[in-house]
């Protein structure tokens, strides 16, 4: 049975921190999150990696597959129901909206920022966010930032290389896109991503939101932010 946290004394500043990346494109996380902090919900801050999301879903895809699913380790997903191959996943959802019609749909519903973003800026203030493109989540320096943000003292510890090698992208190999399928298949890809999570389409979420936006630097206008994300994810 799982013992009661402790009663928060007040007495001196405390920081809770949760690092599950699967809440952002969750349909319910956000209004979970605003019932359960509703009343101090001023004092969350938000912190959204974005990966570039066609990366992102590839990568995912061999996640699952990594983790079991073809050989029956989902409980949710047999073996039959998982795509065999990230093409037929692709081709799949593109043509009937959904991958499998199960859990794993997040290998796609989760890159699609967009909407993502609008979930949680209709629960929370907007400028409780910082947005921060993933090629600079990887360095050292967003490290300090959000022990600043959260007013925490910075750790002493040495960086653990969690990803191995020189690989900052990935903790696992897989196929490259264009071996995967063939060129109308991956223009058709990229194109349905780039609609639903693309940088343009990203971009005209946060210029009129209050988001923080990680190593910007240009002037806030739609087209300043989707060429920073495409330099940037």
Known sequence: MAQ??????QD??????????????????????????????????FMVFLREPVERTHSHYYQYEENGVLQGYFDECTPQQFPKTFALAVQTRITTGSMCNCGCDNI???????????????????????VVPFKQAVLTEVVDYAWKLLNVAK???????????????NHHEYPTLHHE?????????????????????????LVDSGAQLYGFTGTKSAPAIADWLAENW
């Open 155 to 169: 750790g002493t510890g040495e960086k653990g290389n969690l990803v191995g090698g020189d690989n900052q992208k």
């Open 108 to 130: 796609f519903e989760d890159s699609m920022y967009v909407d993502s973003f609008k979930r949680y800026f209709k629960n929370f203030q907007s400028s409780s966010f910082h």
């Open 12 to 45: 001196k500043h405390l920081v809770a921190v949760d690092c599950t990346p699967g809440y952002f494109g969750s349909l319910y996380a956000p209004f979970g999150i605003e019932k359960a902090y509703r009343d101090s919900r001023h004092t969350l801050v």
């Open 181 to 205: 399928m063939d060129a109308t298949l991956l223009y058709q890809f990229e194109d349905f991503m780039y609609k639903a999570a693309g940088p343009k389409a990203v971009s005209k979420v």
């Open 4 to 9: 009661p946290l402790p009663k928060c004394s």
